[in-house]
């Protein structure tokens, strides 16, 4: 288990940014895949982002494909998810995600996950 802890979220205007970071405790050589995962209400949680650790290898969901980018800092042990011009349909709860690979953009291929953090775009 990879403890993991979000931050960044909040309330924006839409085609405003936001910028979320995950703190993970990672091992290079574990081959780890880390995500962003989102989950508005009522509705299943969804793919965003994913990213290999090791190689940077990325992966998007085609909604957010050239607004968001997905990245992580290796010495600092942080996963980013960088959201420009963001869109009402953007809200929900962001989660951070840590699995190992082949693992890609299923939420069952991650088993570690943080709490969770609030984006709220308004029109």
């Known amino acids: 288990q990879v403890p993991l802890v979000e931050s960044g979220g909040g309330l924006v205007q839409a085609g405003g940014s936001l910028r979320l970071s995950c703190a993970a405790s990672i091992r290079t050589f574990s081959n780890t895949v880390m995500g962003w995962f989102r989950q508005a209400p009522g509705k299943e949680r969804e793919f965003v982002a994913t990213?290999?650790?090791?190689?940077?290898?990325?992966y998007y969901a085609d909604s957010v494909k050239g607004r968001f980018t997905i990245s992580r800092d290796i010495t600092m042990r942080t996963v980013n998810l960088q959201m420009n011009s963001l869109k009402p349909e953007d809200t929900a709860v962001y989660y951070c995600a840590a699995g190992a690979l082949p693992g890609r953009i299923h939420p069952e291929d991650f088993d570690s996950w943080g709490q969770g953090t609030q984006v709220t775009v308004s029109s």
């Open positions: 990213i290999s650790w090791s190689f940077g290898n990325t």
